[in-house]
């Protein structure tokens, strides 16, 4: 599996948590990448990228201001800081580059945010 999830739980409504994303090759260092999530019955959606270089990142609306992506390429890791957590973030969480690549996609990492 080129990328791995975790950091993935149950948490309260307005908790933390922080994701992280490990690479067995080079895929982290040499790609743009980010972050997805699919809640059930619902499309995998992005929710934020970082730039190789890390000087520059996006995320959609529904996160904004609440959730922070990180990386640390000497690591061959990415990061997904949650804050704020609703219970519409339930979903599971996926890395991958940017644009993403069906054959990098892992097992994902469940989040569970109750009310």
């Known amino acids: 599996v080129p990328l791995v999830e975790s950091g993935g739980g149950l948490v309260q409504a307005g908790g933390s948590l922080r994701l992280s994303c490990t690479a067995s090759?080079?895929?982290?260092?040499?790609?743009?990448m980010g972050w997805y999530r699919q809640a059930p019955g619902k499309q995998r959606i992005f929710i934020a990228a970082?730039?190789?270089?890390?000087?520059?990142?996006s995320y959609a609306e529904s996160v904004k201001g609440r959730f922070t992506i990180s990386r640390d390429n000497a690591k061959n890791t990415m990061y997904l800081q949650m804050n704020s957590l609703k219970p519409e973030d339930t979903a599971r969480y996926y890395c991958?580059?940017?644009?993403?690549?069906?054959?990098?996609w892992g097992q994902g990492t469940q989040v569970t945010v109750s009310s």
């Open positions: 991958n580059a940017v644009p993403y690549s069906n054959d990098y």
């Open positions: 090759g080079s895929i982290i260092r040499m790609n743009a």
């Open positions: 970082i730039t190789i270089g890390g000087d520059s990142t």
